[in-house]
T-cell receptor, first 113, second 114 residues
Framework: GNSVTQMEGPVTLSEEAFLTINCTYTATGYPSLFWYVQYPGEGLQLLLK?????DKGSNKGFEATYRKETTSFHLEKGSVQVSDSAVYFCALSEHSGNTPLVFGKGTRLSVIA | EAQVTQNPRYLITVTGKKLTVTCSQN?????MSWYRQDPGLGLRQIYY???????DKGDVPEGYKVSRKEKRNFPLILESPSPNQTSLYFCASRGSGTGNSPLHFGNGTRLTVT
């Protein structure tokens, strides 16, 4: 079956540091890939997505590139801010609308000033 | 404003006392789903619904029921709650079509069963 593995946290960084959160996936087909973010006390919200190989999703300074050859979708940001402190989830979904979203276990990021 | 609304946000109850967590979306989405979030386990799907009167089990359906009588509502029912159902619950929805569509989440319901 489909699965997502992401690096365990927590990750603690100083403001303006470079961020990478690793995500790899296993899928039978060619899924769409997503990063969701959960701020304290809130539900998850979509951060970015990519729907096919070599696509790059980007939003709010975050980027992730769909790498089919390494089955990866690593999240990166060049300079994190305190406001980026949250839990980040990698997820995949097959293109068929009948298949549910499969989530990784989440990575907690804390950014300190 | 497009949103998924869950109620209540916080709920403390006792073992065996039936409860319902409501979920409503105003985006005319066909697909709705319930997840529970637990430390170290991430998000696990409980039930989902592809459309009105169509529901299916997710990964952890035991002890839960759902119904989808109307497109906008997807309540989660715990007939006889137990302490192992203490968790943070999220309702989510998305439009029909391919899996490219992102999920829209509610703000969560924190349930404690004593």
């Amino acid at each position: 079956g489909n699965s997502v593995t992401q690096m365990e946290g927590p990750v603690t960084l100083s403001e303006e540091a470079f961020l990478t959160i690793n995500c790899t996936y296993t899928a039978t087909g060619y899924p769409s890939l997503f990063w969701y973010v959960q701020y304290p006390g809130e539900g998850l919200q979509l951060l970015l997505k990519a729907t096919k190989a070599d696509d790059k999703g980007s939003n709010k300074g975050f980027e992730a590139t769909y790498r089919k050859e390494t089955t990866s979708f690593h999240l990166e940001k060049g300079s994190v801010q305190v406001s980026d402190s949250a839990v980040y989830f990698c997820a995949l979904s097959e293109h068929s609308g009948n298949t549910p979203l499969v989530f990784g276990k989440g990575t907690r990021l804390s950014v300190i000033a | 404003e497009a949103q998924v609304t869950q109620n209540p946000r916080y709920l403390i109850t006792v073992t065996g006392k039936k409860l319902t967590v409501t979920c409503s979306q105003n985006m005319n989405h066909e697909y709705m789903s319930w997840y529970r979030q637990d430390p170290g386990l991430g998000l696990r799907q409980i039930y989902y619904s592809m459309n009105v009167e169509v529901t299916d089990k997710g990964d952890v359906p035991e002890g839960y029921k759902v119904s989808r009588k109307e497109k906008r509502n997807f309540p989660l029912i715990l007939e006889s709650p137990s302490p192992n159902q203490t968790s943070l619950y999220f309702c989510a929805s998305r439009g029909s079509g391919t899996g490219n569509s992102p999920l829209h989440f509610g703000n969560g319901t924190r349930l404690t069963v004593t």
